[in-house]
């Protein structure tokens, strides 16, 4: 894969994600990301961030494309009668950028980490998770592979394996670490 970039900006403050909560109950919102994130509520998608990729494969913005819901993309075209149209290989550099809001970052997380996704996919979604770190630590707390997500269940025909592992035993551990007791049904 030749060399790449990634990066990560974020559009909106949390003042909208609280306006937002304040716009559903009478009172004034303290709530933070990470409890917004955590429960996924509405006003999480009032988070938005400007996700731009340089130089990365075709069929790596290809799969990313698909995310459509809290994700607008917008990628080079390869159309021969515009510019920028050139060789249409899988492997064809190209440039992708998305605004996308915190709730699709969870949900894109889940499919392009998962190892189902292909391997450059993955690595390049675990850049913009690290970008997004950067800027918003607590989000990515819950940025993870569905089978974390889902606390051990698989919903692809051909299931990897990796919840029989001590590194998702790990994972899970750390994800499950967000919740409290009695989130997680433990009295």
């Not at 790449?4 to 609280?18: A, G, L, P, S």
């Not at 429960?39 to 459509?68: G, K, M």
Request: contains cysteine.
């Amino acid at each position: 894969m030749e060399e790449y970039k990634i990066q990560v900006q974020k559009v909106t403050d949390e003042k909208w994600m609280r306006i937002a909560c304040e716009k559903t109950f009478l009172g004034k919102s303290k709530q933070s990301m990470d409890s917004m994130a955590r429960q996924e509520h509405s006003p999480l998608r009032t988070q938005l961030y400007w996700v731009d990729c340089e130089n990365i494969p075709l069929f790596v913005a290809s799969q990313l494309n698909r995310h459509h819901v809290g994700s607008q993309p917008f990628q080079l075209t390869h159309r021969t009668d515009r510019k920028g149209g050139e060789d249409l290989g899988r492997w064809t550099p190209t440039d992708l950028g998305m605004f996308v809001n915190a709730h699709g970052l969870i949900n894109i997380a889940n499919e392009r980490l998962c190892f189902q996704a292909s391997g450059e996919t993955t690595k390049i979604f675990e850049d913009i998770k690290a970008g997004v770190h950067k800027i918003e630590p607590d989000l990515t707390k819950y940025m993870v592979k569905k089978c974390v997500y889902r606390n051990g269940l698989c919903n692809e025909d051909r299931c990897c394996g990796y919840v029989g592992s001590t590194k998702f035993r790990e994972e899970l551990a750390e994800y499950l670490d967000n919740f409290s007791n009695k989130q997680l049904v433990i009295y």
